[in-house]
């Protein structure tokens, strides 16, 4: 029996996903900031599943919450970085305090899980990193950059991280997901305070956009769950896991961006070297 480690299972794909594991007779570590969900879970789900409280912010916590997890359970076969949040604004409209706690949740949140729990996956020379990304952690959008830079943060050390820790049979995959309905674009969704005019037509479209299909999206948090497992499961995972049509128009598209430019640019980039 695996046992999962998922930060961030109040809602949404991670909770879609804990259920899902424990549908498979996996065992599942969740994680909730608030300490009435943590006991309503371990009410419901005792002996199969264990809820516990953290703020994915706070580095401190994150090391106590991985010792205590080890001390009762003496390993973690899969960690899924989930917990996250979403924030919407134009470069210049977005304060110094919303791109820090962007980044504090989905970046520094993220690693600080990766580095706590690496040491014991590396000891065991077995485990495997799930990293909850977005297609936009590929493909920037007007309106979406600091959420964009802080998934294109986590998808840089994610792809480091996997060559470096292949050698003791740890895996890390990265998840990529278009629009999924959750709360992402609902409650879950930071919006910058200062709002400037001039991009009401670029970042401001977006954000209407954006919050007009909440619960409309096309992705169904259920199958993307057991998609997951089922990367989890294969003996051979990929570095990368888009999910939904149109995580893959987007990337596709990013894709074909950077290889238009690298051919426009291809006699440039050789008669520049020495």
Same mark, same amino acid.
């Given at each position: 029996?695996?046992?999962?480690?998922?930060?961030?299972?109040?809602?949404?794909?991670?909770?879609?996903?804990?259920?899902?594991?424990?549908?498979?007779?996996?065992?599942?570590?969740?994680?909730?900031?608030?300490?009435?969900?943590?006991?309503?879970?371990?009410?419901?789900?005792?002996?199969?599943?264990?809820?516990?409280?953290?703020?994915?912010?706070?580095?401190?916590?994150?090391?106590?919450?991985?010792?205590?997890?080890?001390?009762?359970?003496?390993?973690?076969?899969?960690?899924?970085?989930? !917990?996250?949040? @979403? $924030?919407?604004? =134009?470069?210049?409209?977005?304060?110094?305090?919303?791109?820090? %706690? +962007?980044?504090?949740?989905?970046?520094?949140?993220?690693?600080?899980?990766?580095?706590?729990?690496?040491?014991?996956?590396?000891?065991?020379?077995?485990?495997?990193?799930?990293?909850?990304?977005?297609?936009?952690?590929?493909?920037?959008?007007?309106?979406?950059?600091?959420?964009?830079?802080?998934?294109? !943060?986590?998808? @840089? $050390?994610?792809? =480091?991280?996997?060559?470096?820790?292949?050698?003791?049979?740890? %895996? +890390?995959?990265?998840?990529?997901?278009?629009?999924?309905?959750?709360?992402?674009?609902?409650?879950?969704?930071?919006?910058?305070?200062?709002?400037?005019?001039?991009?009401?037509?670029?970042?401001?479209?977006?954000?209407?956009?954006?919050?007009?299909?909440?619960?409309?999206?096309?992705?169904?948090?259920?199958?993307?769950?057991?998609?997951?497992?089922?990367?989890?499961?294969?003996?051979?995972?990929?570095?990368?896991?888009?999910?939904?049509?149109?995580?893959?128009?987007?990337?596709?598209?990013?894709?074909?961006?950077?290889?238009?430019?690298?051919?426009?640019?291809?006699?440039?980039?050789?008669?520049?070297?020495?």
């Amino acid at each position: 029996m695996k046992y999962w480690l998922i930060t961030g299972i109040s809602s949404g794909l991670g909770k879609a996903l804990a259920t899902s594991v424990l549908e498979k007779g996996g065992f599942v570590i969740g994680t909730f900031r608030n300490q009435a969900q943590v006991d309503e879970f371990n009410s419901q789900h005792s002996g199969k599943a264990f809820a516990i409280l953290l703020d994915i912010t706070n580095e401190n916590e994150i090391e106590t919450c991985v010792s205590q997890i080890i001390s009762k359970y003496g390993k973690i076969d899969v960690l899924v970085n989930n !917990a996250g949040v @979403g $924030f919407v604004g =134009a470069i210049e409209e977005t304060s110094k305090e919303e791109v820090k %706690k +962007v980044f504090d949740a989905n970046f520094y949140g993220t690693l600080h899980m990766t580095q706590a729990v690496l040491p014991f996956m590396r000891k065991a020379r077995n485990g495997h990193i799930v990293q909850i990304s977005s297609h936009g952690g590929i493909k920037a959008f007007a309106g979406f950059g600091i959420y964009n830079a802080s998934k294109f !943060a986590v998808e @840089g $050390f994610s792809e =480091a991280l996997a060559q470096e820790i292949a050698p003791f049979g740890v %895996k +890390v995959s990265i998840i990529e997901p278009g629009p999924f309905r959750t709360k992402f674009a609902g409650n879950g969704l930071g919006l910058a305070k200062n709002v400037i005019t001039d991009y009401a037509d670029t970042a401001g479209a977006f954000r209407t956009k954006l919050q007009s299909v909440n619960g409309k999206q096309e992705g169904d948090p259920n199958k993307a769950a057991k998609a997951i497992i089922n990367l989890v499961d294969s003996e051979h995972p990929t570095l990368r896991l888009p999910l939904g049509k149109i995580a893959l128009k987007t990337i596709g598209m990013k894709l074909e961006s950077v290889k238009s430019d690298l051919e426009t640019h291809r006699a440039t980039a050789e008669n520049s070297v020495y």
